[in-house]
């Protein structure tokens, strides 16, 4: 069965830094792979999807994500966070043979002001 | 933008007790999901949901849980007699084709609290 792993379980930066997440997953499959991000008591909201295409995905808020299938890995970039982006990001897998949906841990991401 | 909804946003039951969480999911959608997430742990799979039958569940999808479309609109999860490890927040899902080709959006939740 296939497995999500994000490696950083807390990241805390400060405003204007650049932010890369980490994410690894174990199908060797065909995959999509997601983040979704959580605020602070708010649902999950996607940020950005990998169906197929070009590697580097573009999504909301300037976030964007590179999948390398050599590496397995969707890893989430910004290039300069703010202190909105405090949040808890989750990156998710699915693939062709199932309908669930494979989460990480989550990485809590701090941004000081 | 439509969104999926989920009532009520907590609820409180003491073990033992069933309880019937809802949801509503994007009206054009097909496909139906939730998951739970225990506090500080990882989002879960339970269960996903399509055309009246459920098309896959984890293991901890066992007999105290079901699932049902009463009507063309909700989409319930019920735990029939609650265990304090159910305490956890519940996330409803819906996608307009299955997991495996699109994306789910997910309601806000209901914090379930079993004493």
């Known amino acids: 069965a296939q497995s999500v792993s994000q490696h950083n379980h807390h990241v805390i930066l400060s405003e204007a830094a650049s932010l890369e997440l980490g994410c690894n997953y174990s199908y060797g499959g065909t995959v999509n792979l997601f983040w979704y991000v959580q605020y602070p008591g708010q649902h999950l909201q996607l940020l950005l999807k990998?169906?197929?295409?070009?590697?580097l995905v573009k999504g909301i808020k300037g976030f964007e994500a590179e999948f390398i299938k050599s590496k397995f890995s969707f890893n989430l970039r910004k290039p300069s966070v703010q202190w909105s982006d405090t949040a808890e990001y989750f990156c998710a897998v699915t693939d062709y043979n199932n309908n669930d949906m494979r989460f990480g841990a989550g990485t809590r991401l701090t941004v000081k002001p | 933008e439509p969104e999926v909804t989920q009532t009520p946003s907590h609820q409180v039951t003491q073990m033992g007790q069933e309880v019937i969480l809802r949801c509503v999911p994007i009206s054009n959608h097909l496909y139906f999901y939730w998951y739970r997430q225990i506090l500080g742990q990882k989002v879960e799979f339970l269960v996903s949901f399509y055309n009246n039958e459920i098309s896959e569940k984890s293991e901890i999808f066992d007999d105290q849980f079901s699932v049902e479309r009463p009507d063309g609109s909700n989409f319930t999860l019920k735990i029939r007699s609650t265990k304090l490890e159910d305490s956890a927040m519940y996330f409803c899902?819906?996608?307009?084709?299955?997991?495996?080709?699109?994306?789910?959006?997910f309601g806000p939740g209901t914090r379930l609290t079993v004493l």
């Open positions: 899902a819906s996608s307009g084709q299955g997991a495996s080709t699109d994306t789910q959006y």
């Open positions: 990998y169906f197929s295409g070009d590697p």
